[in-house]
């Protein structure tokens, strides 16, 4: 009947079915892009809210600078008070320590090398250590 099946057919019938292919077509085409607008529309509901929070934390960090700048200027009027209420005595005292500490360093250091050459001339030549080293 395949042969005689195209013949007998009327010409509305191959038109209904080209049709319902195309609408089935259309209809999996329509899905496939209701999904991908699904998709693209959480996808950009993700992104707008994670701007929102950003853009909150940067409002929030801005502030908290603002509050921090404003207690180091307190804190830095502050410092300049306390500086002109020392003077310079506190320099002259730190500048004295640090004197003597050099002082003493370099004594330290002058004593060690005499202790050094006190060694030095107190030890015996190489030969002699040589000779007592064979002995014992």
Do not use: C
């Amino acid at each position: 009947m395949g042969f005689w099946a195209d013949f007998i057919e009327a010409p509305w019938t191959k038109e209904i079915r080209l049709l319902t292919t195309k609408v089935q077509q259309l209809e999996n085409l329509n899905q496939i892009y209701a999904d991908m607008n699904k998709k693209l529309t959480s996808d950009l509901n993700k992104t707008r809210t994670d701007l929102r929070q950003s853009e909150q934390s940067e409002v929030t960090l801005r502030s908290l600078k603002g509050l921090i700048e404003a207690e180091l200027d307190a804190k830095d009027r502050l410092l300049a008070l306390v500086e002109k209420g020392l003077g310079t005595d506190v320099e002259e005292k730190v500048q004295g320590e640090i004197d003597e500490l050099l002082e003493e360093r370099a004594q330290a250091q002058s004593l060690g090398r005499k202790h050094q050459l006190s060694q030095i001339e107190n030890t015996p030549p190489l030969s002699k250590r040589r000779k007592m080293a064979k002995r014992a």
